[in-house]
Each structure stands twice: as C-alpha cells, then as structure tokens.
C-alpha cells in the first residue's frame, strides 16, 4: 500500500509531489481544500506533503510575482564577473547581499561569475557598479543592460 505522506527520498518527488506543486505554481494562494480536489488526495495529506517538501527543501516558498518596472525597478541588468582566484564564494555571497541583486550564479566560460540585478535608473545602476561591483577582487566586469524582455519565468516548471 502506497503512504500518501511519504517523503520523497533525495530528489526524487512522486506523480502527487508533481501536481501539488504544479497547482501552486499556477497560483500560489489556493486552499489545502482547493489543492486537495487537484490532487485526489486530502486537505490533510495535502498539509502534511507540502511541509515535507518544504522541510526537504523542494518547496522554498511561496511567493507573489511582482512587475519590477511597476514598483520602481526600471533597468534590469546582466553583468559578467572575472573575479580572482580564491575569492570567488566570497565575491559573490557578498555581491549577492545587495538588495538590487536577483541572482547571482558561479559560471563555466569567459566569466567566473554571472550577477542579475535590478536598478532604478542610471545613476541606481552607476552606484551599483562603483559600491558592490568594484570589490579589489574582481579583474573585470561587462556590464549588459537589458532592452526589452522577451521571456521571463520566475517559477520552475514541473515536469
């Protein structure tokens, strides 16, 4: 017999992990009740599944999904870091703590590093790039600010 609570093992989450999680990246405000009839499974089961993916660190939250431009954040930016040998975790966790910074990912190729980040305007983005963008251990940086976007997605999709 198949427990409807059990944890998935590793990374592996099982076809009800899958619609639960489907559902909320739908929407993110729906009931247990609502994700329940979804599912096939109770709104107790639902409650129990959704702690263990988050205590197991497959569900990291939800979130609303807020236009930037609309509350302040007119230029998103792309910048490629060459950071020195040693101080690359350091670079970046400290890049990372800026409030206008996304993302920041360790890279393979031409860069060490790659920083999203979102900007009020130009000057936002000139303080940007002369406060948290010029540590002494970055060598150099290439700074993209993006025209227009094309796709975005901020949520994982489920496969």
């Avoid at 990246?25 to 129990?48: C, E, F, I, K, W």
């Avoid at 930037?68 to 020195?84: F, K, P």
Wanted: hydrophobic share 40%; proline share 3%.
């Amino acid at each position: 017999m198949r427990d409807e609570t059990s944890v998935p093992s590793g990374d592996a989450v099982d076809d009800t992990d899958r619609l639960l999680l489907r559902s909320l990246v739908l929407d993110g405000r729906q009931s247990n009740r609502d994700l329940a009839a979804a599912t096939g499974v109770s709104p107790a089961t639902v409650n129990r599944r959704l702690r263990r993916l988050g205590d197991g660190g497959v569900l990291r939250g939800v979130s609303a999904l807020v236009d930037a431009e609309s509350v302040g954040w007119g230029l998103t930016v792309i910048v490629g870091l060459r950071i020195e040998k040693g101080h690359l975790e350091r670079v970046q966790r400290a890049i990372a703590e800026d409030a206008r910074v996304f993302a920041v990912y360790d890279v393979t190729g031409e860069w060490d590093g790659m920083v999203l980040a979102r900007c009020r305007d130009r000057r936002d983005l000139d303080d940007l790039a002369k406060t948290t963008l010029s540590s002494p251990h970055i060598q150099r940086t290439n700074t993209m600010v993006v025209l227009k976007t094309v796709a975005e997605r901020s949520v994982v999709d489920v496969p």
